[in-house]
């Protein structure tokens, strides 16, 4: 069976530094990649979304981006956090193939200071 | 994507079915109705998706009226592990490029399971 790992769990860093979340996906191959972020209450918003290695397209213009080394690998990084970056994010996969429904994973809860 | 309208809120008697409606009134011919739930602090959970048909799994039943336009959720034995926000989603199925990837969430319906 499929399982989706994110870590890591939560988060607390300054304003103006780094930030590093990953996320993996085992049991599938060349599944499509998604990083979502939710504001404290409110919605899911889709961040970036990967069809393949190297492959990555943007939904809203940020301070994020995001990267797949490999095939079951989806990287979301800063190179410096602002305090609207705070929020719940999330990764899900999908089939390749077939883009409905799509699995997440736990979540990293970020705080910035 | 068509919009859809849930209730804020909801409450359920524990070990009593829970029935969660979602209108969908502007659903077009190849749109399908998703539900997933998300429990306080966690991902999103899939729970089921038909397009016209009444569809059945290990977790709850999908009704979709005849004319499409509106749906019911139910988890027939609802526990407390089954409170959580539960959201309608309703999207096209299978077709790739762009905004096609997003789920769209709404606010969803918080159901409320009690002893």
């Known amino acids: 069976s499929q399982t989706i790992h994110q870590w890591p769990a939560t988060l607390v860093q300054p304003v103006g530094s780094p930030l590093s979340l990953e996320c993996t996906v085992e049991?599938?191959?060349?599944?499509?990649l998604y990083w979502y972020r939710q504001a404290a209450g409110r919605g899911l918003q889709l961040l970036f979304y990967?069809?393949?290695?190297?492959?990555i397209s943007s939904e809203v213009p940020q301070n994020l981006s995001a990267s797949r080394p490999q095939d079951r690998q989806f990287i979301l990084s800063s190179k410096k956090l602002l305090l609207s970056d705070s929020g719940f994010y999330l990764c899900?996969?999908?089939?390749?193939?077939?883009?409905?429904?799509?699995?997440f994973g736990p979540g990293t809860r970020l705080t910035v200071l | 994507d068509a919009k859809t309208t849930q209730p804020p809120s909801m409450d359920c008697a524990e070990g009593r079915a829970a029935n969660l409606p979602c209108n969908h009134s502007t659903i077009s011919g190849n749109e399908y109705v998703y539900w997933y739930r998300q429990i306080h602090s966690q991902g999103p959970q899939y729970i089921i998706h038909?397009?016209?048909n009444n569809e059945t799994n290990e977790m709850a039943s999908l009704i979709i009226t005849e004319d499409r336009k509106s749906s019911t959720l139910i988890l027939p034995h609802a526990t407390l592990r089954d409170t959580a926000v539960y959201y309608c989603i309703v999207r096209v199925k299978g077709l790739g490029g762009g905004s096609n990837y997003k789920l769209t969430f709404g606010k969803g319906t918080l159901l409320t399971v009690n002893p």
């Open positions: 038909g397009l016209k």
């Open positions: 899900a996969w999908g089939l390749a193939g077939a883009q409905d429904t799509q699995y």
């Open positions: 049991g599938t191959s060349n599944p499509n």
């Open positions: 990967s069809v393949g290695i190297g492959q």
